[in-house]
């Protein structure tokens, strides 16, 4: 992609080709829909702090990774308070295209969000059938870490998939 | 494990989230924040309206005691120290913009964090800290010239309940906010050690050689500032008997 220019039009029009990565990045994150939401605006404010500064050395896609999840790795929850919120099933903020494979992806949600916040950002970026190379520049860690650890979170992620199905 | 990538694959992306426009943009900017960046940033933003509040308390202040010499004098020095901190905030605000930039690896992002709040921040803090002092003394003197047109002589009581006040809301003001970034430190602690045990192990390295001697000289600081704060007390109680 071109250098985007620092015009707001351009912005939001890249953030409206790219919202599907950051719906799915806080989906990830986040429990319940407001905080869904929270991270959503945080993401969005940080990427439009960023975007002047955005130079296209790297690949777009990966400025925007590298953005988007270490804003959501960094993010800390509102104090609620004064608003209660009912707690949803965190497998039950999303939609799905086929019906049919709902439980599935239900199962996947419920699973990822027993990892913690790195490991999520990881294997985030697998499921999105990143490059070991672009994970590895988003989340600064060596290629061969980057195999290593994809290789024990998808170990976790099989052992937690079997405790649930037990449940 | 290609049944998860097919399962991730089948997400309806844009099920239940608008799309947003030039309006929404704005909105993000005035938005409050609860990335750990953004908590900070608030901390400075809140460190500038003070000093804004300070300077105007001092600037009235030289116009309204242009006829009393000492009580002049107090007010130019805390003016000139006041200046002083804001430079020294803009700087370390700089710094912390590059130290909080998200567009690098998450390694380097929370290893830069981590390296600015456990060593710099400290030194931000007691910069915002000594703006209390800035503006609670010149506002007192701005309420005495307004509400009586002179400086009212105090008595002792009031000395010390001033000076209390003062160092109290000073003191606090540190380590509210040093408790708060204490508490995402943890955190950032807590992801660099998930990334990986080397990173967190070279972060915290890297930060230790230093942090002995910046502990070392923020102490000195608060009490250089505690003792000149006296020294303006007594200053004043001179002048007004």
């Given amino acids: 992609m071109d250098q985007p220019k620092g015009h707001k039009g351009t912005f939001v029009q890249l953030m409206e080709e790219n919202r599907g990565i950051i719906h799915k990045i806080c989906m990830m994150y986040t429990t319940n829909q407001t905080d869904k939401e929270d991270l959503y605006q945080e993401i969005s404010l940080q990427l439009w702090r960023s975007f002047k500064s955005y130079r296209a050395e790297s690949k777009f896609s990966t400025w925007l990774y590298r953005v988007a999840l270490n804003t959501a790795i960094s993010s800390v929850r509102k104090d609620r308070k004064r608003v209660q919120t009912v707690q949803l099933d965190q497998a039950e903020h999303f939609a799905v295209k086929d019906s049919g494979k709902e439980g599935m992806t239900r199962l996947l949600f419920k699973a990822v969000s027993r990892l913690n916040r790195v490991d999520r950002a990881i294997i985030l970026l697998w499921l999105e059938e990143k490059e070991y190379t672009e994970i590895s520049e988003v989340m600064g860690i060596s290629q061969s870490a980057v195999s290593v650890r994809l290789v024990r979170i998808r170990e976790k992620l099989k052992s937690i998939i079997k405790t649930l199905e037990d449940e | ?241």
């Fill in chain 2, 1 to 241: 494990m290609n049944d998860l990538r097919n399962g991730w694959g089948n997400i309806d992306e844009f099920a239940g989230i608008p799309g947003i426009g030039i309006t929404s943009v704005e909105k993000f900017i005035q938005g409050r924040s609860l990335s750990i960046a953004g908590k900070v940033r608030a901390i400075f933003v809140r460190d500038f309206i003070f000093k804004t509040l300070a300077y105007l308390f001092i600037v009235p202040n030289l116009f309204l005691y242009r006829d009393n010499q000492e009580i002049w004098m107090i007010n130019a020095i805390l003016g000139v120290l006041l200046v002083v901190f804001t430079m020294l905030g803009m700087k370390f605000f700089r710094e912390f913009k590059r130290s909080a930039d998200p567009a690098r690896s998450s390694r380097e992002n929370l290893s830069s964090l981590l390296d600015y709040l456990s060593r710099r921040f400290p030194y931000a803090a007691v910069i915002a800290a000594t703006t209390y002092l800035c503006a609670f003394l010149p506002g007192i003197l701005f309420y005495f010239a307004v509400a009586y047109g002179y400086l009212k002589p105090f008595t002792t009581e009031t000395y010390l309940v001033y000076s209390f006040i003062g160092i109290l809301g000073t003191i606090s003001g540190y380590v509210l906010d040093i408790r708060s970034v204490r508490h995402h430190v943890q955190h950032i602690r807590i992801c660099l050690s998930d990334l990986n045990d080397n990173a967190l192990a070279l972060a915290s390295q890297n930060i230790e050689m230093k942090r002995k001697m910046d502990h070392f000289i923020v102490i000195l600081i608060q009490v250089v500032i505690l003792l000149g704060f006296l020294g303006v007390i007594v200053i004043l109680k001179n002048v007004l008997t």
